[in-house]
């Protein structure tokens, strides 16, 4: 079956730090991926998707994320992270039917 | 303002009692899904729907229900089936052709 882990289940960083957060899933085939975040109170929000095509993929707030084939893996990275940025991470890949299959997430807290 | 809504925010259910979560959503999405969160296990498929009438049991389906009797309107039916109900609950919807998943705002249920 499908499924997608994340490394890190706690992040904390200091203003100004780079971010990496880890993600691999196990399917073999044709994926779609997706980085999504949850600030505080707030809709679970769409970062960044990778489909096909260049595997560095530039997503909003600054966030890329690389899709490495090899490792099967769609890390999520920032050179410089940001107070606003402290919030839930999760990554996901597209099943069947356009379901998603979603990692354990990441809390990351940024201190200014 | 085109999205989707959830109701209530917040959700009591007594042992023994079934309780509806509403999700409308006025975005004439065809698909239609729920998920249910928890934490440090990032959000697993509850059930999901293609398109009205017709719908399809997720990873976490036992001691829930669904009905899809108008496009817009997915609820979702905790019953007392399910033992440990205490989490929070999303729902999303697909517009036909698009690639990314957009998520209402959540209901938080808990158990006296």
């Known amino acids: 079956a499908q499924s997608v882990s994340q490394h890190n289940h706690h992040v904390i960083l200091s203003e100004a730090a780079s971010l990496e957060l880890g993600c691999n899933y196990s399917?073999?085939?044709?994926?779609?991926l997706f980085w999504y975040v949850q600030y505080p109170g707030q809709h679970l929000q769409l970062l960044l998707k990778?489909?096909?095509?260049?595997?560095l993929v530039k997503g909003i707030k600054g966030f890329e994320a690389e899709f490495i084939k090899s490792k099967f893996s769609f890390n999520l990275r920032k050179p410089s992270v940001q107070w606003s940025d402290t919030a839930e991470y999760f990554c996901?890949?597209?099943?069947?039917?356009?379901?998603?299959?979603f990692g354990a997430g990441t809390r990351l807290a940024v201190h200014p | 303002d085109g999205g989707i809504t959830q109701s209530p925010k917040y959700l009591f259910r007594k042992e023994g009692q079934n309780v509806t979560l509403s999700c409308e959503q006025n975005l004439n999405h065809d698909a239609m899904y729920w998920y249910r969160q928890d934490p440090g296990q990032g959000l697993r498929l509850i059930y999901y729907s293609q398109i009205v009438n017709d719908f399809q049991k997720g990873d976490i389906a036992e001691g829930y229900s669904v009905s899809r009797e108008k496009k817009e309107s997915f609820p979702l039916t905790v019953t007392s089936a399910q033992k440990n109900p205490t989490a929070f609950y999303l729902c999303?919807?697909?517009?036909?052709?698009?690639?990314?998943?957009?998520f209402g705002p959540g209901t938080r249920l808990l158990v006296l």
């Open positions: 990778y489909f096909s095509g260049d595997p």
């Open positions: 999303a919807s697909l517009g036909t052709g698009e690639e990314t998943q957009y």
């Open positions: 399917y073999g085939g044709t994926v779609n």
């Open positions: 996901a890949s597209g099943g069947g039917y356009n379901k998603l299959i």
